[in-house]
T-cell receptor, first 112, second 112 residues
């Protein structure tokens, strides 16, 4: 079945760019998402990209999709302390029903 | 605020008991998804309903069941509870199937 992998931790300085990476196994994945979870809260949809796109930019967020390598990344420009959270990559394969598979999450620490 | 509501926010119960978690999707959304988030298992997809019908099943135990009602709200029933069932349970909704999901704030279940 589909597998989604992310590194567990990332630490950056305030004002720097953060890049969170994700790899997935199912090349038929149609929707690819990034979610943010702050302590004690639910998951907040940050952005998503369709599999027929290579890049999507939304204010400080840039999503890059490399379908050949099955690699998805989220770049946060000018990272702020408020960006400290867990970031989940998720994919919805086009086969096997509509199960969205989530990665384990990357915990982003932003140092002032 | 995602527009998805979940009740109760917290639930403490004993082993062997049965509980019901409730979810109201965003207005207009036809799909409801249930997830379990625990420290050791990450975010696990449990089950998905679309317009009242079960459409996808994940790692849902036989002791757990769910349904979606005609008004589109959903309930997740957990029975014969075990200590290992302690987790955050999230509901999410989407307009169709497989498109972007919006998460509720979650129900924290503690089994003692």
């Amino acid at each position: 079945g589909e597998d989604v992998e992310q590194s567990l931790f990332l630490s950056v300085r305030e004002g720097d760019s953060s890049v969170i990476n994700c790899t997935y196994t199912d090349s038929s994945s149609t929707y690819l998402y990034w979610y943010k979870q702050e302590p004690g809260a639910g998951l907040q949809l940050l952005t998503y990209i369709f599999s027929n796109m290579d890049m999507k930019q939304d204010q400080r967020l840039t999503v890059l999709l490399n379908k050949k390598d099955k690699h998805l990344s989220l770049r946060i420009a000018d990272t702020q302390t408020g960006d400290s959270a867990i970031y989940f990559c998720a994919v919805t394969p086009s086969t096997g029903g509509f199960k969205t598979i989530f990665g384990a999450g990357t915990r982003l620490f932003v140092k002032a | 605020d995602s527009g998805v509501t979940q009740t109760p926010k917290h639930l403490i119960t004993a082993t062997g008991q049965r509980v019901t978690l409730r979810c109201s999707p965003r207005s207009g959304d036809l799909s409801v998804y249930w997830y379990q988030q625990s420290l050791d298992q990450g975010l696990q997809f449990l089950i998905q309903y679309y317009n009242g019908e079960e459409r996808a099943k994940g790692n849902i135990l036989e002791r757990f069941s769910a349904q979606q009602f005609p008004d589109l709200h959903s309930e997740l029933n957990l029975s014969s509870l075990e200590l290992g069932d302690s987790a955050l349970y999230f509901c999410a909704s989407s307009t169709r199937q497989g498109d972007e999901q919006y998460f509720g704030p979650g129900t924290r279940l503690t089994v003692t």
